[in-house]
């Protein structure tokens, strides 16, 4: 019997309302665990302390985790974004650490479901190749005076032997392992990153995904989860055994990345050309020969295809018989370019949107450039003056006191004020034939300067110390320093601390003691820019000194999570 129209409008009005009833009484009614939760380790073991919250439950709900450690207590709130049937994510936890989880859910009507049982977890302790650990040891906290967020910073062994002299077990010790760790205001480890190769420089893309260069020539971005998002190698590396990822056509990718505000990134390429007539030993310059000299570019990299979208040249602007101390060391020799020389050192390279410009640091050349993007032409060269040709009216003119002229410095930051802020590690103050300065009246320091553009003058700001005091490190490589932008405190990371003792050398090849076969330690302080009062201090360790841990660089990160994911994070009493 066929229905009238008007019957068939009220059944379907029936039907929609008996569902739109169903569907309250379901969200009015308490969510239900249809599978109960479990608490695991991340299935990717590069970065193992992630703990994984599994669970199902019958309707979208917002997650609360209350979490106990052996000191403190913390609540986890995460929205209905987060899919606990696919896994929520817990970070932040400490290391080795037995933490008892609680876990409730909440419905959008404000019904609470609280899981009865306590879920266990305790986060596996790093453990190098060797069994051994690094001592974390913290001295000096400041939770309500220090910039909010974590700091993320490069963990990597040495053995105390110079490099001409390692051993190929020595270096695959050295180049086979890294670490990317994250320890919180109050110096407990809560995330690392164990990779297979040694680390270099890091960075952080905006979307919280971490970029890093390591020792194989590939640089990876991963998230926190430990998963490789993209990555890229040196084409033309005569060691690159791997083609995963998006091959760039250079011979080399080295130190730190940088991210750029549209999304790509700055890296540093060490490539290779035969100079005639060369330095065969930067201390002794009468010694002459031809032979294979390193040389870096700067290149801008699409992170979506890996395409180079701009490549500046050290060969088209620099003289390379402008020779530093150090360059004709071994560095590219134990790195797979044998008997090549070390001109530039590149060691660090950031970009500067108020005009669209590019800094670098050439560690051999003991200076920091500035460099017009679009033009490539160097606005200006905060270092020392002479040997400079064609350039030399491009260095900057110090004033004021005190002022010193940094020195092997390592990767530059500008501030939010516009300065300059660097790591100015001290090693030898000199270029050849000038005296340099002994490794026992040597230090490093952060420091920060504001340069004049329109005067062409550099200003000497601020300086964790003027000279060698107590307490100052001799980090003669590695190392960072930037100013943090909430509070404007000093972050100072020491990659190497080492004891400045009488007679060392600082030529590998002599028959003295060499600098890099000191016991040594590495450190990270804040210092309260107004007072260089140190606020934050954690010191890296090996208390048999029979390894050397080193922190070659890093940065304060303001979350755990990505941006518009972090869930709301509250202490519980």
Known sequence: MKLPKYCKWVTSAVMTLGLLLSVASLEAAPPTFTKRPTLGPNSNLRAPMVGM???????????????????????????????PSKGIPLIGLEADVRHEVFVSVRNSAGEITRFPNKLVFVPQPMVSATGDNPRIRVTKISPQRTEPGYTLFVLRRAVPIRPPYRSAGQFNFMRQWGALVIVDDHGRIVWRYESDSRIAGVDQFEDGNILFHRADNRTLEVDLFGNIVNQWY???????????????????????PHEMPNGNFLALTANARMVKGYYDDAFDLSKRRDRMVMGDDIVEIDRKTGKVLWRWSAWDHLDPFRIGYEATNAYWPTRGFPDHADWTHGNGVTYDPTDDSVLVSFRHQEAILKIDRKSSQVKWILGRPGGWGKLESKVLRPVGEPFRWPSHQHNPHISTSGSIVVYDNGFLRARPPEPWMAPEKSFSRGVEYKVDEKTMTVRQ???????????????????????????????????????????????????????????????????????????????????????????????RISSLYPPGRAPKIRSLP
């Open 234 to 256: 040196a084409a033309r590396n005569p060691e690159i055994t791997s083609s995963a990822g998006v091959g760039i056509e250079v011979e080399t990718l080295h130190h730190q």
């Open 53 to 83: 919250l599994r669970f199902t439950v019958d309707q979208p709900v917002t997650t609360i985790v209350s979490i106990n450690d052996r000191s403190r207590r913390w609540e986890m709130e995460f929205d209905s974004s987060w899919d």
């Open 461 to 555: 700001l601020w300086a964790s110390h003027e000279g060698p005091v107590a307490d100052s490190c001799f980090s003669w490589a590695m190392s960072d320093a930037r100013q943090l932008p909430k509070t404007g405190n000093i972050l100072i990371i020491d990659a190497i601390c080492a004891d400045r003792e009488m007679g060392l050398s600082v030529d590998e090849f002599t028959a003295q003691k060499y600098v890099s076969e000191v016991p040594s330690y590495g450190r990270i302080r804040e210092y309260d820019h107004a007072t260089k009062e140190v606020l934050f201090e954690v010191i890296v360790e090996d208390p048999n000194e029979l390894i050397a841990y080193e922190l070659f660089g890093g940065l």
